[in-house]
């Protein structure tokens, strides 16, 4: 028998098991390049298969036969002493082809170093040399092999396997090798013809991206079962293999992409049909139609007022760029999780009215996924499960297969939070993955004004390899500045290798930008004109002007920056007006208080129609700022940036509807600055804190004389001042401004700097993966670690709540539904139990999370252990904070206590 026939690839016992099941290299191969070609021809996105086409010298033949070839030698390095050891009871069926292992290979320390990936990425690129490829396509070619397991290979590391070749093998482990490579490379028409390639990097992405794919299905044993370990390797069998990957594809049966039909006709008529609405707006119309319009399906900026329809637009030009461009599939990224969950039931619904293209997947992608309803249970019983029709014949689905991190961005439609899309452009373990998941779909992301100059150096990097992969991208703002849309439009263009056509003046508003330039939208209906007060920032201050404004009553929002100035102001507000007329909503509940809040905040406040008392107010922090569709009749806000006061004007009178006599006009107040007197003025410290002095400052000088805000059509003027050079405010504020700015642009710089330790490069070409993730962030496991990396730090320490009893015990927290629950302390906690656990999760105060103390809180943390969540997957890894039964803990110096109404405060423990 051939030696190449004996080598082993799959088995229990190289992973310590009592296995008797094993599987054969070439059995392996074969099963995997079945299936690359599958993925290709029956799952892969045409408008990533017509990239990679460009480059490989033909259709869809010329992919499949190189992502086959390329699967088909994926795992080749196995061939090596350094693998083959791991399982001794298998090497021995090696040794009479000569293929001898020595044990003590198996404790040496350098073996791990020497991993079947890099073995294969040498063996592929001497290989193909030998062969008569050039030395670069070798290189790239050999790097997709040595990329297979996410991590790319390193110049030094490959100097490792070259040097060690009784690790690597000699020359009869070459022959091995080589007899794998040209047995796969005979199955593939004009294989030779590959050798004149010259793969641009995001190729060599796209196509490692379908060789992991791959190599995880047929690693699959439910899919592909191993053999019993007495059976011998035998003679290859074609047709064996044709039908274990048929049969294993079959059992898999991933959801074809969508195939949408040409936008044409009434744009009305089809409007009404996908959103049951009358007829399109001007804002609508004028995306439509610019997606209609480009000379390729490019970029789309739409610029308009809060409740303009920005989503239904983006959701329709998306129809329009995936049927020109070949997407199929939709990617739409929102600031928060709860805003990607208001979100997934309007995509689901839009799903719900698509012309019949048969079935679909759908994700909602972000960390707490499974505690959406509407979402989770969708993929735990069988395969996969139904959530809802499309169309008249077909279904979109929630597949078990493409769920979790690392696989739940290859659905077809995909629902997440901005992060999802910003690790794209995170040096991390299998990035490949998430190039590949973004690289067939349209892009859609909201709310692009709200990322910082941190996270925009990730937006843009992604926007860049987005340009690179011809992937269409709609990009949502209301208040948007001009150097911001400029930026956003160039990154685009750089990756597409275009110059875009781009005023860097301001086009007007509401808008449409592409690569081509701006259109500005004719605006119809009447402006809404409010008015604008400002108050002294004190409670007595606030209680009379709303005893005034609600005296015939109505609904009023006050909107803080931080917590706690939430806390004392609906503490204060609830003795004077009682508490049950008083809500308060911020970050610092439960997830599932929060989310209880949130459908209680739009089943009140939300579309005329609901159950909306006839005088309340609602006290609450940024969280009511964005995609919460409230509208109330009074506002009274903290000064802040001025997009974010316009953006929180967007829950003004949003709804026509009947309203009390004194707040029928719109009208908001501003408050958090010390003395509107002083020259400058200075905003309260907590909002300092968050925003900065610079942008604080020239709000309140935008602000400080004008007493009615007119919308939509101020939005764009004040916007663009206050992002502007100009300077802005009495002379006597300019020492302060200057220094204000001075210190904002020095923290920018250092932000800028310091998110780009894990930056992605650009999509150079031409190149090799190899040094493309070095130094990366690793393989964030954690959702948090991924998070933290691209948001800086913003977000705060998470925990999970549980209470002690007075035995020792612990309960589920015993306000919320079903708690005062006993949870097992040294058995595995039930599915249903640790979902309701893993839902009672809270965001400690930045008090407890900044860089000066989160280490000390987390070894703190970390020494309360719990022996049924370490044995739970959904639970383990968690941090816990133990309240007793007054609802209270000491944490780091800290009284913490949480109070249903108020959520969770903290004080120093006196």
Same mark, same amino acid.
């Given at each position: ?25 070439w059995q392996?191969?074969?099963? %995997?390049?079945?299936?690359?070609s ?35 030698v ?12 791991? =399982? ?7 040794r009479? &082809? ?8 198996r ?9 079947? =990936? ?8 001497a290989? $193909? ?24 290979p390193e ?5 490792v396997v070259?040097?060690? %070749?009784d ?19 005979e199955?593939?028409?004009r294989?030779?013809?590959y050798?004149? $390639? ?16 791959a ?6 044993p ?7 370990v007495?059976?011998?390797?035998? &003679? ?7 039908a ?5 594809w ?27 609405k ?15 319009r ?11 007022p809060?409740?303009?329809g ?7 030009a ?8 070949? =997407?199929?599939?939709?990617? *739409? ?17 839009w ?5 019949g ?10 960390g707490?996924?499974?505690l ?6 969708l ?11 499309v169309?008249d ?7 078990q ?20 899309v910003?690790?794209a452009?995170?040096?991390s ?8 998941? $973004?690289?067939?779909? +349209?892009?859609?992301i ?17 926007l ?24 956003? +439009? ?10 875009p ?12 930008t ?43 929002v ?30 610092r509940?439960?997830a599932c208080?929060?989310?209880a809040?949130?459908?209680?905040l +739009? ?11 006839a005088s ?6 940024? +969280?009511?700022?964005?995609?919460l ?11 802040a940036p001025?997009d ?24 908001c ?11 400058p *003025? *200075? ?15 020239r ?13 939509p ?9 206050a ?5 802005l ?8 401004m200057?220094?204000?700015?001075a ?21 150079v070409?031409?190149?090799?993966l ?12 954690d959702?948090?670690?991924g ?5 800086d730090?913003e977000?705060?320490?998470?925990v999970?709540?549980v209470q ?23 058995d %595995?906690?039930s ?5 309701v656990?893993?839902a ?9 999370s ?9 070894a ?19 941090? *816990?904070l ?28 006196q």
């Amino acid at each position: 028998m051939a030696g190449w026939a004996t080598v082993w690839a799959k088995s229990g016992f190289d992973r310590g098991e009592s296995s008797g099941e094993w599987l054969p290299l070439w059995q392996h191969l074969d099963d %995997t390049a079945g299936i690359a070609s599958l993925l290709v021809r029956e799952w892969l996105s045409p408008l990533v298969i017509a990239r990679v086409g460009r480059e490989v010298g033909g259709g869809v033949d010329r992919v499949v036969g190189l992502a086959q070839w390329l699967a088909g030698v994926h795992d080749v390095g196995k061939a090596s002493p350094a693998f083959a050891v791991q =399982a001794p009871e298998l090497t021995d069926r090696m040794r009479p &082809a000569g293929l001898v292992v020595d044990l003590r290979l198996r404790s040496d320390p350098a073996r791990g170093a020497v991993s079947h =990936a890099l073995v294969g990425h040498v063996a592929v690129r001497a290989w $193909l040399r030998s062969r008569g490829f050039g030395r670069r396509v070798s290189d790239q070619l050999g790097s997709i092999v040595g990329s297979h397991h996410g991590a790319t290979p390193e110049v030094d590391k490959l100097l490792v396997v070259d040097k060690r %070749t009784d690790l690597a093998g000699g020359d009869v482990w070459v022959d091995a090798r080589n007899a794998l490579l040209s047995r796969a490379a005979e199955r593939i028409s004009r294989f030779d013809d590959y050798a004149a $390639l010259d793969l641009s990097l995001p190729t060599q992405v796209l196509l490692t991206g379908v060789v992991i794919v791959a190599d995880w299905i047929a690693s699959n044993p439910d899919l592909f079962p191993l053999w019993p370990v007495h059976r011998l390797p035998g &003679a290859p069998n074609d047709e064996v293999t044709a039908a274990r990957v048929a049969e294993g594809w079959d059992r898999l049966a991933l959801p074809r992409g969508w195939r949408p039909p040409a936008v044409a006709g009434d744009l009305d008529a089809v409007f009404r049909a996908r959103f049951g609405k009358p007829s399109m707006r001007p804002v609508q119309r004028a995306a439509v139609s610019e997606a209609i319009r480009q000379a390729e399906p490019w970029i789309v900026v739409i610029e308009a007022p809060m409740g303009s329809g920005k989503t239904e637009a983006a959701l329709l030009a998306a129809e329009v760029l995936a049927h020109r461009s070949g =997407a199929d599939g939709c990617f *739409v990224a929102l600031p928060t999780q709860a805003t990607s969950d208001a979100m997934f039931t309007r995509v689901r619904h839009w799903l719900d009215r698509l012309p019949g293209q048969g079935t679909v997947s759908v994700t909602l992608a972000h960390g707490k996924a499974h505690l959406n309803d509407e979402y989770s249970g969708l993929v735990h019983r069988g395969r996969y499960s139904g959530v809802g029709e499309v169309g008249d014949d077909g279904a979109a689905i929630a597949h078990q297969w493409l769920s979790g991190r690392k696989k739940s961005g290859l659905a077809s439609f995909v629902v997440g939070t901005i992060d999802q899309v910003l690790f794209a452009g995170l040096r991390s373990r299998h990035l490949m993955l998430r190039h590949l998941a $973004l690289a067939g779909k +349209v892009v859609i992301i909201d709310e692009v004004h709200a990322y910082d100059v941190y996270m925009s150096r990730y937006l843009h990097r992604v926007l860049h390899w987005l340009g690179a992969y011809g992937v269409p991208v709609v990009l949502l703002s209301a208040t948007l500045p001009d150097a911001r849309r400029v930026e956003l +439009v160039r990154a685009y263009a750089e990756g597409r290798g275009v110059t875009p056509t781009v005023d860097e003046g301001h086009p007007g508003y509401p808008a449409v930008t592409s690569l081509s330039g701006s259109t500005v939208i004719e605006s119809v209906g009447e402006p809404t004109v409010v008015r604008v007060d400002r108050l002294a920032d004190d409670l007595d201050t606030l209680v009379r002007y709303l005893k005034t404004c609600l005296a015939d009553g109505g609904c009023a929002v006050v909107v803080r920056n931080t917590v706690t100035r939430v806390q004392d102001t609906a503490r204060r507000l609830a003795e004077e007006f009682g508490a049950d007329a008083v809500t308060i909503a911020h970050s610092r509940f439960l997830a599932c208080d929060r989310a209880a809040i949130d459908r209680s905040l +739009v089943r009140r406040f939300g579309p005329p129609g609901a159950d909306r008392p006839a005088s309340h107010i609602v006290v609450a922090s940024q +969280v009511v700022e964005q995609s919460l569709d409230i509208d109330f009749d009074l506002m009274v806000t903290d000064l802040a940036p001025v997009d974010l006061v316009l953006q929180r004007l967007g829950r003004l009178q949003r709804h026509d509807r009947a309203r009390p006599t004194r707040v029928r006009t719109p009208r908001c107040a501003v408050v958090g600055v010390e003395d509107w007197g002083a020259a400058p *003025v *200075v905003p309260v410290s907590g909002s300092r804190r968050v925003y900065g002095d610079h942008m604080l400052l020239r709000s309140a000088a935008l602000l400080i004389d004008r007493d009615t805000i007119m919308l939509p059509d101020d939005i764009a003027p004040l916007v663009q001042a206050a992002y502007g050079s100009a300077a802005l405010g009495p002379a006597s504020w300019q020492p302060a401004m200057h220094t204000a700015a001075a210190a904002a642009e020095a923290s920018a710089r250092q932000r800028t700097d310091s998110a780009g330790h894990f930056l992605l490069g650009r999509a150079v070409n031409p190149g090799t993966l190899v040094g493309w993730l070095v130094a990366s962030a690793g393989d964030a496991r954690d959702e948090a670690r991924g998070t933290a990396q691209v948001r800086d730090g913003e977000e705060s320490l998470e925990v999970l709540v549980v209470q002690r009893d007075a035995d020792g015990g612990l309960l589920l927290p015993d306000w919320i539904d079903g708690g005062g629950q006993q949870i097992p302390l040294y058995d %595995t906690v039930s599915w249903a139990q640790a979902k309701v656990i893993s839902a009672c999760s809270l965001r400690l105060p930045m008090a407890l999370s900044h860089g000066g103390v989160v280490d000390a809180v987390i070894a703190e943390l970390e020494r309360t252990r719990i022996t049924s969540f370490d044995l739970t997957p959904l639970l383990t890894g968690q941090l *816990v904070l133990v309240l007793d039964r007054n609802r209270q803990a000491v944490l780091h110096g800290y009284r913490l206590t949480y109070d249903p109404r108020r959520g969770l405060l903290h004080e120093p423990d006196q």
